[in-house]
């Protein structure tokens, strides 16, 4: 691909965010977070981005360094001090749970008030009317998938498939449009009444099909056409059309 893909989407807010998704994922302690595995985990993401070829914002490797960082710091044996002149050592990882905790904390205040924003647009002051149709349908609510879901998704893919390494040996100018990957990712999923897996979206090697088919699914959520759902933490994504909900 000639140009990076830049994701535009509200839940894909910043590196904070994605560490309390990995909290929340992984059912870490927010109080004592095991930085070696959040880091090994964060770097993850990372790196499938950059296969995916995603715009990554400075501020995300800017956090993948404050990690590593902290990592080395608490891998480094405890210097020895002498008692008359003990005094209290900092934890490395102090300031990055005060800082977890603080955008947590608005992070709710602004999920509530979204919620309330949403429950007043849904108040109405009109004459009494009678219903003549009952049968109308709910209103669309999307997938409850975020952007990290979907990256962790094709991650697994990724590994299964073993495509990290290389995927292609010889680089090949077999580039397809999204608008035509698009159309046939919709074809596949509205023939799928019972929704269709991930994975089986991906059944070529090429690096460019990859990059495409996770652009072209990442479009065709934004515009409502499908939704993907996940059961539990780590289940395997399945694809909807969004007019089958």
């Keep these: 691909m000639s140009e990076a893909y830049e994701v535009k989407t509200e839940a894909f807010e910043g590196p904070l965010d994605l560490l309390l998704h990995l909290i929340n994922q992984y059912e870490i302690d927010i109080y004592d977070i095991p930085v070696a595995q959040i880091t090994e985990q964060y770097m993850n993401y990372i790196h499938t981005m950059q296969q995916l070829e995603l715009n ?4 995300y490797l800017v ?5 590593l960082a902290i990592k080395s710091q608490l891998l480094l044996p405890n210097q020895v001090v ?3 002149e003990e005094e209290y050592e900092e934890d490395p990882r102090d300031e990055l ?3 977890l905790i603080e955008y947590r904390k608005y992070k709710q205040a602004a999920d509530e008030l979204k919620e309330r924003e949403l429950e007043a647009n849904q108040i109405y002051t009109r004459p009494p009317k009678v219903l003549e149709e009952s049968n109308s349908k709910s209103p669309v609510v999307p997938g409850d998938v975020s952007i990290y879901d979907m990256i962790a998704a094709m991650n697994k893919v990724m590994e299964r498939k073993k495509w990290n390494q290389p995927m292609e040996t010889k680089i090949q100018r077999t580039e397809i449009p999204i ?3 698009m159309e046939e990712i919709l074809t ?3 023939k799928s009444e019972s929704g269709i897996h991930f994975d089986q ?3 070529q090697r090429s690096r460019s099909h990859v990059v495409v088919t996770f652009m072209a699914i990442l479009e065709l959520m934004k515009g409502k056409e499908i939704y993907c759902v996940q059961e539990k933490h780590f289940d395997e994504l399945i694809i909807y059309n969004m007019g089958d909900r």
Excluded at 56 to 59: F, G, L, N, Y
Excluded at 63 to 67: G, N, R
């Design 188 to 190: 596949a999923v509205r």
């Design 179 to 181: 608008k035509v990957r």
């Design 63 to 67: 956090m993948a360094a404050t990690l």
């Design 82 to 84: 002498e008692a008359e």
């Design 56 to 59: 990554i914002a400075s501020e």
């Design 201 to 203: 979206l991906f059944p």
């Design 97 to 99: 749970m005060h800082r």
